[in-house]
């Protein structure tokens, strides 16, 4: 269980569900910049982006990892990367044939 808390908005990761506001998806995620963050909590963070910023979502990840890379945060900006490139994959048209 991961439960990260900013200015009262508290996440938290439990079973197979996560319960996580929409509108509090940025400040969600603020939070999480200071905490490593397994691979499934990157693959929900991606998710949350996308339902909020639609399209958008990749650029927005990537202006924060730029935000973070140039206050000299690389873990955080690692992070922000990471989700970046979960929203790419998510984001991505299907190749291959269909069954």
Do not use: F
């Amino acid at each position: 269980m991961l439960i990260l808390s900013h200015k009262g908005v508290v996440a938290k990761y439990a079973g197979r569900g996560a319960c996580l506001p929409i509108n509090h998806c940025g400040r969600i995620l603020r939070a999480m910049i200071g905490v490593a963050i397994n691979e499934l909590d990157v693959w929900r963070a991606a998710n949350l982006l996308i339902r909020q910023y639609g399209e958008n979502a990749e650029i927005v990840a990537a202006q924060r990892a730029d935000e973070l890379s140039e206050r000299e945060d690389y873990a955080g900006s690692s992070v922000w990367l990471r989700i970046m490139r979960a929203i790419g994959k998510l984001q991505a048209k299907p190749t291959g044939p269909l069954h």
